[in-house]
Structure formats: C-alpha cells, structure tokens
C-alpha cells in the first residue's frame, strides 16, 4: 500500500496537509485515492453514505479546530449546498472540499452535462472555487488549499476536471 | 396530561448519564433550544446547519476526540432528514458516540405540523442499525447501565410537545465557534 500511496499524486498531496480526517463518497476519479485515504495510518476517513453528510462531518473536526478534507463528486456537492451555506460559510469553518467537476470538454458524459453547468449556476456564486487539471496539478495543492481557507476562514473548493490534452489521471 | 417527559428534562437526564459532561451536539431548532435550556455548557455544539446534521457534525467531533465522549442529540424530524448518518456511523464504528433520539412527534420549530415518522417505532429503527443491546429507551437506563454500553449506541426518549418554543439561543455563530473551540482543546 505504501508505494501505492507514492503513485497517487493526490493522496500525497493530502497527506502532506496532515489533516485530522478525511471524508467522503466516492467518483471514479477519486476511487484510488480515498481508497489510500481508508488504508492511512495517519488520519481515519470516514465513508459517508451521503454528500451532505460529509459537509457536516468536516464541520465537526473543524469546530475543534482541526483539518478535515472532503473529496465528492460535483453533483454531490449540489446536494450539499444547505450544509455548506449554514455550517462551512455561517461558522466560517476552513476546512477543504476536493470535488471531481464531471461533464467537462473532456469528460463529455451525457448524464454529466448538467452537473456541471449547474455546479456552475449554483456553487461558484456562493463559495471559492479554484480549478485544477485532475491529472496537473501542483504537489502542494492540499496544504496550500489548507492555508487559503485557514485565512480566509471559510470552506475552499478544489475542483478537478479532466482536461483535452492532459494525461487524464480519472479511472471512470 | 401527559406523562411523558418534556424535551428540556429528557436532554438534562441523559446528560447525567455521563460521569463527566459530554459533547453534545444538538440539532438546529427545537434541540439546540432545550439543550441550552436544560444548562448552557462550552462543551455544547449548537448546530445551525440543516435539520438532522447534528449526527453528522457528532461523528467528525467524535473522530478528532476519540478520548471524549460525545452525544448527539437529534429530534424525530431531523433524524428523518439524515437517516443514512445511522449507516455511516455503523460503519465508522465511533467508541465514543452516542446518540440521543427525542420523539416528539411533531415538528416542534414548524407549527408542530406533525412529523411523517409519527406512527415509526424508533427503538426498532435504533437496533436495526446498532444492535438490541446498544439501543435502548432513555426510561430504562441507569448511569451504571449506560456506562455498560458499547458505543456508538442510541438512546431514544419519548417526549412530550412543548406548548412553546425554547428561547432563542441568544448566541452569534462566531460565539459559539469560538466558545466550543476552546472547550474542545481543553
């Protein structure tokens, strides 16, 4: 498991933010990774039968003043939105949401479309999101993502698309 | 006149369960307001989140404290609204968390406008997901009781509707951030 876990550029890139739990439901592109983030030693990661649950896990670790990464797919986050408005935005909680942005140029599923233009529509407006190629992104992404929101004092969303051109770093 | 207990009592008799206070983590509405009435404690998490996040909340506060113990307390219409928390929280296997379930029937918050899960038998919903021994009716306990119970466990209290709302918190979210921060580090 240990040199799976040097092959997954976003494990590594969590790990190195050491946060205190890890949470989430899975999207293909996340498969590998929170399958690494269930074998850690170094954090638990709680699997959520839900999206929205995880916003409210997260936001328990981080009323006690500890890092909690949230990885979900963007029609989850959509599902989630209640939570994040009066539990991530009202208490001001930096704790860091990893969503797969389904439904791009490069990712062309028909059932993924309008997730993502309603991930537009719907979350962008209310929270930062910064975005990243799933398969090019830098090493310190997660610790970086971290400190923004520990600044800013509120949730960041890290969103990961597939790009034309890139490597694709997605199982599905 | 009923017999049952009100919801500000059933949440301070399970809190005595405990030898020392516990987290408790409450429900936005009707639990964070009998919570702070039955005794404001900076070891309280009033949750402003949607109806039912509390279990949800309990669970990451019990993952980053697993020397503590921690008590969500959840009404009958919230419960509904995140019953796959139940799932999950089987799963996570807490040792230290515990839920509190208060049945009042009604959606106290909301014109008492009567909940879908009214004629629903919690105590079988509770074992179906936690096992016989680790459900068990707030009545039946005893501190000693309690103490002997596996976690994550459910208690569920069948309570009275109150004539009125509880008072209002009279707290921001930035006191109540800041005020259970430091509790919790200490």
Request: charge should be neutral; hydrophobic fraction near 50%; aromatic fraction near 4%.
């Given at each position: 498991m240990a040199q799976a876990a040097t092959d997954d550029r976003l494990y590594r890139s969590i790990a190195a933010a050491k946060p205190k739990l890890v949470t989430g439901v899975p999207d293909g592109m996340l498969a590998q990774t929170i399958m690494l983030c269930a074998a850690s030693d170094d954090f638990p990661y709680i699997a959520c039968a839900r999206e929205e649950e995880c916003i409210g896990v997260a936001s328990g670790a981080a009323m006690a003043g500890e890092r909690a990464v949230v990885m979900v797919q963007n029609a989850g986050l959509l599902n989630s939105l209640g939570a994040l408005a009066t539990m991530g935005l009202r208490y001001g909680l930096p704790f860091v949401v990893i969503v797969t942005n389904r439904g791009a140029l490069a990712d062309p599923n028909g059932y993924d479309i309008e997730k993502r233009e309603a991930f537009d529509a719907g979350v962008r407006p209310m929270a930062r999101v910064f975005d990243f190629d799933a398969a090019d992104f830098p090493d310190d992404l997660i610790p970086a993502a971290f400190k923004w929101a520990e600044a800013a004092r509120k949730p960041v969303i890290i969103a990961l698309e597939k790009r034309l051109g890139s490597g694709g770093g997605a199982a599905a | 006149?009923?017999?049952?207990?009100?919801?500000?009592?059933?949440?301070?008799?399970?809190?005595?369960?405990?030898?020392?206070?516990?987290?408790?983590?409450?429900?936005?509405?009707?639990?964070?307001?009998?919570?702070?009435?039955?005794?404001?404690?900076?070891?309280?998490?009033?949750?402003?989140?949607?109806?039912?996040?509390?279990?949800?909340?309990?669970?990451?506060?019990?993952?980053?404290?697993?020397?503590?113990?921690?008590?969500?307390?959840?009404?009958?219409?919230?419960?509904?609204?995140?019953?796959?928390?139940?799932?999950?929280?089987?799963?996570?296997?807490?040792?230290?968390?515990?839920?509190?379930?208060?049945?009042?029937?009604?959606y106290e918050f909301t014109a008492s406008v009567p909940t879908p899960t009214r004629e629903m038998d919690w105590l079988a919903v509770g074992r179906a997901f936690f096992g016989a021994d680790q459900c068990v009716r707030l009545s039946d306990l005893t501190a000693e009781r309690w103490a002997g119970i596996a976690r994550p466990a459910m208690i569920v209290a069948d309570v009275a509707p109150a004539p009125a709302k509880p008072p209002a918190l009279g707290m921001t979210p930035a006191m109540i951030r800041m005020e259970f921060l430091k509790a919790s580090k200490a």
């Open positions: - | 006149m009923s017999n049952l207990p009100s919801q500000q009592d059933a949440i301070a008799a399970a809190l005595a369960l405990y030898p020392s206070r516990p987290f408790a983590v409450s429900d936005i509405g009707s639990q964070s307001g009998w919570l702070k009435g039955a005794g404001h404690d900076a070891r309280n998490l009033y949750v402003s989140g949607p109806m039912g996040l509390a279990t949800s909340v309990a669970l990451g506060l019990a993952a980053v404290r697993p020397n503590d113990q921690v008590l969500a307390i959840a009404g009958d219409g919230a419960l509904a609204m995140n019953l796959t928390s139940l799932a999950t929280i089987v799963g996570a296997k807490p040792r230290n968390l515990s839920i509190l379930l208060v049945d009042n029937r009604v």
